[in-house]
């Protein structure tokens, strides 16, 4: 039997608390789950920092990569399959690139990105195009298909129809992140009826569609994506933990190239602070060995490294304030000098953060073809975007949604038996008693 | 900010996504990132940057009904120029190509932004990528060549 069709004997079955059941039965799935690059994404927070704001977001890319390939695999075997305007042929090649959509992903990925000028849909290309298990996996369904899955994942591929699964405004990635950022951090927000949005699922030629008689669970969807995005996703305490965490980074990276003596060496960094990253460096880190760092450095000579390090680790972040950079630019200038005044160092102690450097974005209506909209198949097979149909998806598309948080460790600052009197003009500034 | 400044006023979000990727493949140092999305690169980074400035009231966003559906205009405000002016960031190519690429029409800058994502691949594979991918635009073997002479042109354009 040809490897591409080949079945396992038996179904295997993961237990997932999103999906009920994950179902396996195709020989390359199983194999690509068993390979080390894919487990190794269960050693990566689906949400990064976001544990420190709500402790049961402790769930891994592992499950969330299970989750959308479960999803694609229902849309397909349940909803597609025998539709004239589905090709079932593209299946392994859609549940392979569901399940390794974020192989790339790296520890606490955006803030390393950010930091070290990374991109981790490089390193998925890498790890499923390079010499690496899951490329002589996926080798053995074809030559040729390494090359096709990464080309689906990179949305280059002319199979627009499968990319749109994996990525679209309304994609099996997306609705498996929501229901199991809801359920783990135990918000209720995050729910919506996606049995019905699959059952209501067509395919056509560039992108599935949705059936106008779903549009009510899709104007749910919409709303569970923006209630989630302002209420975990850019959580502002999630946030601070996320500003530590880039300063440490920042930091240990600055005193390598200042040729500082570390007391515990940064041994897995050394090809990242030189911008020299290997695939196999890469794959090599994970969480819990940059937390060991972090755990280490707390004993470090360095008195910022070694103070970001304890904020992080026991969870001493940084309060801030809301700010408006428009207004109050002479301000920071301000505040900037009082901190170096006081011995703080404003490039790691005074922070502006803003919701635009945070992965997530809203549904936009893709006027002006920006982006591909969410379209209804309408009764006499007219194909209309959403919000001309939903008013509710119309009322919260387009809106103004920026946001600007100033961060600063508010306890050196309430601490006067140093400086009190330049501490007293800082607190005045910020408004904080 | 610089980038508007520089071009003026810039008539279509679509225009202004392509013109800014066209630029930072020509390494100016724009530092939002992209993927390639149905129409080409796209960027959901700058599409925020930009609604921050218009918030800020350092840009203004001016929504016209044209035919069937919305375009948008920016052009730079006073404050914006004012706190340009105070944060001078100096890149002395990057008025001209910018100038040059604005008086260039979207459907164009969007085959040289789609070219430019390709550009670790040979020239018949970017051609079939373009067909393929662009079915829908009908670009033609002579619109592909002329967006490689336009692309030689602007990093002549750059360098100086």
Not at chain 1, 193 to 199: A, F, P, Q, S, T
Not at chain 2, 9 to 36: C, N, S, T, V
Request: charge should be negative.
């Amino acid at each position: 039997m040809a490897y591409s069709t080949e079945k396992l004997n038996e179904e295997k079955v993961f237990k997932d608390p999103v999906h009920r059941y994950i179902h396996v039965r195709d020989r390359a799935i199983w194999d690509l789950i068993g390979t080390k690059e894919f487990q190794r994404l269960r050693r990566i927070k689906q949400l990064g920092t976001t544990y420190l704001t709500f402790h049961g977001a402790e769930h891994s890319r592992f499950n969330h990569s299970l989750g959308v390939y479960e999803i694609v695999r229902r849309i397909i075997d349940d909803v597609f399959k025998d539709r004239k305007e589905w090709n079932n042929s593209q299946r392994l090649l859609s549940l392979c690139a569901a399940l390794l959509h974020d192989l790339g992903h790296g520890p606490f990925s955006h803030s390393f990105e950010k930091v070290f000028d990374l991109d981790h849909e490089q390193f998925t290309q890498d790890i499923i195009l390079g010499d690496t298990e899951v490329n002589q996996v996926l080798s053995r369904v074809a030559e040729d298909f390494p090359k096709r899955v990464a080309e689906v994942i990179g949305k280059t591929s002319k199979e627009k129809l499968v990319v749109s699964l994996i990525s679209s405004q309304i994609d099996a990635d997306r609705m498996d992140y929501l229901l199991r950022d809801a359920y783990f951090t135990g918000v209720s927000y995050g729910n919506f009826d996606m049995e019905r949005i699959l059952r209501v699922m067509r395919p056509r030629e560039d992108q599935a569609v949705i059936k106008q008689s779903g549009m009510h669970a899709v104007e749910d969807y919409i709303m569970s994506r923006y209630q989630m995005y302002w209420q975990v996703y850019f959580h502002p305490v999630s946030r601070s933990a996320e500003v530590i965490l880039t300063k440490i980074l920042h930091r240990a990276k600055h005193l390598h190239e200042q040729f500082y003596s570390f007391i515990h060496h940064p041994t897995h960094f050394y090809s990242i602070f030189e911008d020299e990253t290997s695939l196999e460096d890469y794959l090599k880190l994970d969480e819990s060995i940059i937390l060991y760092y972090f755990q280490m450095w707390q004993e470090e000579e360095d008195e910022i490294l070694r103070d970001l390090c304890r904020r992080f680790m026991n969870r001493n972040l940084f309060k801030y304030v809301e700010f408006d950079p428009a207004k109050e630019y002479k301000m920071l200038a301000e505040l900037s000098k009082a901190f170096t005044e006081i011995g703080l160092d404003p490039e790691y102690y005074l922070v502006v953060d803003s919701s635009s450097d945070l992965p997530y974005d809203f549904y936009r209506p893709g006027e002006e073809e920006e982006r591909l909209p969410i379209h209804l198949l309408m009764k006499n097979n007219e194909i209309r975007e959403l919000s001309r149909e939903s008013e509710i998806v119309d009322s919260i598309s387009g809106k103004r949604r920026t946001d600007h948080k100033l961060y600063f460790p508010k306890d050196i600052l309430k601490d006067d038996r140093e400086h009190k009197e330049a501490k007293m003009r800082i607190r005045q500034l910020l408004d904080i008693n | 900010m610089n980038a508007i400044a520089a071009s003026g006023e810039i008539i279509g979000r679509k225009k202004l996504q392509k013109m800014i990727y066209i630029a930072k493949k020509l390494d100016f140092p724009f530092h939002e990132k992209y993927q390639f999305h149905f129409f080409g690169p796209y960027s959901e980074e700058l599409t925020l940057r930009i609604e921050e400035l218009c918030n800020m009231g350092f840009l203004n966003e001016l929504k016209e009904k044209k035919g069937g559906y919305y375009q948008y205009r920016y052009t730079l405000t006073e404050n914006g120029q004012e706190f340009l002016e105070q944060n001078k960031v100096e890149m002395p190519a990057l008025p001209s190509c910018l100038e040059d690429m604005n008086s260039q029409n979207s459907r164009f800058l969007e085959l040289v932004s789609t070219v430019l994502f390709f550009d670790s691949l040979e020239k018949e594979e970017v051609q079939e990528k373009v067909f393929t991918l662009k079915s829908k635009q009908k670009y033609t073997v002579e619109e592909v060549e002329t967006a490689y002479q336009y692309i030689d042109a602007l990093k002549g354009m750059a360098k100086q």
